[in-house]
């Protein structure tokens, strides 16, 4: 067996993240081959994330990355099973790193496609089986979404200072003056923070699931069935139009300016800018 001294064992560490005793261990696996060893972390890792695959990974962190010419615009989360975890430095290098992978993801959605995903040769999920081998904690890409300008336009991201809710609004302009008026950078930005905390079903009631819509019809009704049928149908129709403004973005209170909703707000910096905007999509993850 090769002698494995601590320069050895310094340089495994510096390179996995791992503990003294796990290096020293895999180094004496490997028979003092460091490449051997990194791989057999790496291995430790997978072992340990298959071995909890049944645990629930709630904790974790909302991160977002653009591109340098704002182009395009990411919004992911990497989970654990702890906060503790999810406040290391370790996990925290990580979920920067997935940002990073999640642009140079050819999909525009689904873990499983960051996990294939590489950067000057190496893949996302190795990295995965590392951070899980340092924490011993299942540890999983959540939600991934990529959203590309094809026009003129500009895509605002907002992730809340504690890392657990963040949101992304795509917003479509007339020409790209318009998009590069500082009215309409704000506005874009005040809406994104608006989704993090109202939390929109859809953009508007168009896109709500006529099986949703069926749904809170039935129980509204059932809520004024003792009413005259005339008044019944006053009272439902009333609940209907509240739901809507509640959960269609486009219908909803401005956090900022309740007397305006968020379509009148954005038309109105549109106005301001001098042409024309709409909110094309959005979309908002949290985790806990």
């Known amino acids: 067996m090769a002698d494995i001294s601590a320069a050895m064992v310094m340089e495994l560490r510096k390179m996995s993240g ?15 081959d460091v490449e051997q060893a990194m791989d057999l972390l790496r291995k430790k890792g997978l072992a340990t994330l298959a071995k909890r695959a049944g645990r629930a990974a709630c904790e974790g962190l909302v991160v977002n990355k653009s591109s340098d010419d704002g182009k395009t615009s990411v919004l992911a ?6 906060d503790f975890v999810a406040k290391s430095d370790a996990f925290v290098a990580t979920a920067q790193a997935l940002t ?7 999909a525009d959605e689904g873990a499983e496609n960051i996990l294939a995903t590489a950067i000057d040769g190496r893949k996302f999920s190795d990295m995965l089986a590392e951070i899980v081998s340092k924490t011993g904690e299942k540890t999983e890409v959540g939600d991934y979404t990529k959203y590309k300008l094809e026009g003129p336009g500009l ?10 809710v963040g949101t992304m609004v795509q917003i479509e302009t007339g020409d ?21 905390a109202t939390k929109p079903l859809t953009l508007d009631k168009d896109q709500i699931d006529p099986a949703t819509i069926e ?9 004024a069935k003792n009413k005259p049928a005339e008044i019944a149908d006053k009272i439902v129709e ?9 959960n269609c973005l486009l219908r909803q209170a401005f956090v900022k300016d309740d007397s305006k909703t968020v379509e009148q707000v ?11 905007a709409k909110i094309r999509r959005f979309v908002r993850f949290e985790l806990g």
């Open 18 to 32: 791992q503990g003294m005793m796990d290096c020293k261990k895999a180094l004496q696996e490997a028979d003092g």
């Open 77 to 82: 989360t990497l989970c654990c099973e702890t």
């Open 100 to 106: 990073d992978f999640a642009l140079a993801c050819t």
């Open 155 to 164: 895509i605002s991201t907002y992730v809340h200072f504690n890392h657990k």
């Open 176 to 196: 790209d003056a318009t998009a590069d008026a500082e009215a309409i950078k704000q506005t874009a930005c005040d809406i994104a923070m608006h989704v993090t």
């Open 215 to 223: 749904r809170e019809k039935a129980i509204f009704a059932e809520q």
């Open 238 to 246: 009333g609940k209907m139009k509240k739901f809507f403004a509640e």
């Open 266 to 276: 954005l038309a109105n910096a549109a106005k301001e800018a001098g042409g024309q």
